[in-house]
C-alpha cells in the first residue's frame, strides 16, 4: 500500500496569513493526488485534483502544488471559514489511501 | 445537481453483517466513467477507502478488510451497496459513498452526508 504522511498534524493561524500542509507518498503517485477540506459534522469537500486542478466553485486562494512524491495545500489570505481539518488522498493505486489530516485553527 | 444519501441500520452487534445502501441522483452508474465508492471514519483511523465499483462493473475493494466486503449496484434504481460481513467494534465509523469520475476530476468529488455504524453487544 501507499502511504501517505501528512505534516503537520495541527496548525494554528491568523486571520490574512497563509499556511501550507504538506502530504509525502511513499512512493511516485504521478500527481494521482487530492486535497478535502472537512468541517465538523459535515462530509469531506473536494479542494484540489490531481495535485494542482480547482475544483469548481473553491475559492482561488486554494492551491495545490507538487510532484512525484511530494505534494502541498496552500491557503492563501486564511479567512475564518477556512478552519476546519485536511485531507490528502492518493488515488494513483489501490488500494487508496488518506493522509492522517491537518486540523487548521485561526487564532 | 449530484446528491448521495447513504442509508444502514445504525447499531449492529459483533458478528453480523453490515448492509448499507448508497441512492444517488444527478449522474447514473451507467455513464462511461463513473463510479461509486465507501470510505469510512472513525476517530481511531481516520478516513479509509473500502472499495469501488465504476459504470462497467470492475470493482476494487480493501485488501486490509480481507474477503468480507462486497459491492453491488442497481443502475436501474440508481443506487450502491455494500455489505461488510463479521463487523467488529472495531468496524464503528460514519460510512460514506462518494462518486469519482474517471478523465474528470478522478477522485471523490461529491459525497454523501455519511451514516454512523455503531457496533455493540
Known amino acids: 500500500d501507499i502511504q501517505m504522511t501528512q505534516s503537520p498534524a495541527s496548525l494554528s493561524a491568523s486571520l490574512g496569513e497563509t499556511v501550507s500542509i504538506e502530504c509525502l507518498a511513499s512512493?511516485?503517485?504521478?500527481?494521482?493526488l487530492a486535497w478535502y477540506q472537512q468541517k465538523p459534522g459535515k462530509s469531506p469537500q473536494l479542494l484540489i485534483y490531481?495535485?494542482?486542478s480547482l475544483q469548481d466553485g473553491v475559492p482561488s486562494r486554494f492551491s495545490g502544488s507538487g510532484s512525484g512524491t511530494q505534494y502541498s495545500l496552500k491557503i492563501n489570505s486564511l479567512e475564518s471559514e477556512d478552519a476546519a481539518t485536511y485531507f490528502c488522498?492518493?488515488?494513483?493505486?489501490?488500494?487508496?489511501?488518506f493522509g492522517g489530516g491537518t486540523k487548521l485553527e485561526l487564532k | 445537481q449530484v446528491t448521495l444519501k447513504e442509508s444502514g441500520p445504525g447499531i449492529l452487534q459483533p458478528s453480523q453483517t453490515l448492509s448499507l445502501t448508497c441512492s444517488f441522483s444527478?449522474?447514473?452508474?451507467?455513464?462511461?466513467?463513473?463510479?461509486v465508492g465507501w470510505i469510512r471514519q472513525s476517530s481511531g483511523k481516520g478516513l479509509e477507502w473500502l472499495a469501488n465499483?465504476?459504470?462497467?462493473?470492475?470493482?476494487y475493494y480493501n485488501p486490509s478488510l480481507k474477503n468480507r466486503l462486497t459491492i453491488s449496484k442497481d443502475t436501474s434504481n440508481n443506487q450502491a451497496f455494500l455489505k461488510i460481513t463479521n463487523m467488529d467494534t472495531a468496524d464503528t465509523a460514519t460510512y460514506y459513498c462518494?462518486?469519482?469520475?474517471?478523465?474528470?476530476?478522478?477522485?471523490?468529488?461529491?459525497w454523501g452526508q455519511g451514516v454512523m455504524v455503531t457496533v455493540s453487544s
Open positions: 488522498l492518493q488515488d494513483s493505486e489501490y488500494p487508496w489511501t
Open positions: 512512493e511516485d503517485i504521478y500527481n494521482n
Open positions: 444527478g449522474f447514473s452508474l451507467s455513464t462511461y466513467g463513473m463510479c
Open positions: 462518494a462518486r469519482s469520475e474517471r478523465y474528470t476530476t478522478d477522485s471523490p468529488d461529491y
Open positions: 490531481y495535485a494542482s
Open positions: 465499483i465504476w459504470w462497467n462493473d470492475d470493482k
